[in-house]
Nanobody
Framework: QLQLVESGGGFVQPGGSLILSCAASGGTLANFAVGWFRRAPGKDLEALAYTSSMTVTGITTDYADSVKGRFTISRDFTGNVVYLTMNDLKPEDTAVYSC?????????????????WGQGTQVTVSS
């Protein structure tokens, strides 16, 4: 059973940056598409970014409009750690951030296509 663990959350001032990491046990994360999601207080779960599985040639990524140009999803050279680099953070980015893995090659930003979820890491943006 694939298990995901996020790290890298914390407190940051507006305009600052953070890098979140997603690592897996019980499986090879490179074989899965991986997405990043967040849940802000009182709001629904929001899909932010995804990167396609490395089981086929050619990496596909996509981003929600709310983070496009500020957030970047990437993998390490093994493909088994997935990062979310977050720049120009705003107070409205405050949320619990989770990564999830999909057995589909290119699931996109559809929450229902993700099978395995991490517990999440808190990101707080405040002055």
């Amino acid at each position: 059973q694939l298990q995901l663990v996020e790290s890298g959350g914390g407190f940051v001032q507006p305009g600052g940056s953070l890098i979140l990491s997603c690592a897996a046990s019980g499986g090879t994360l490179a074989n899965f598409a991986v997405g990043w999601f967040r849940r802000a207080p009182g709001k629904d779960l929001e899909a932010l970014a995804y990167t396609s599985s490395m089981t086929v040639t050619g990496i596909t990524t996509d981003y929600a409009d709310s983070v496009k140009g500020r957030f970047t999803i990437s993998r390490d050279f093994t493909g088994n750690v997935v990062y979310l680099t977050m720049n120009d953070l705003k107070p409205e980015d405050t949320a619990v951030y989770s990564c999830a893995a999909s057995q589909l090659v290119r699931p996109g930003l559809y929450l229902s296509d993700y099978n395995y979820w991490g517990q999440g890491t808190q990101v707080t943006v405040s002055s």
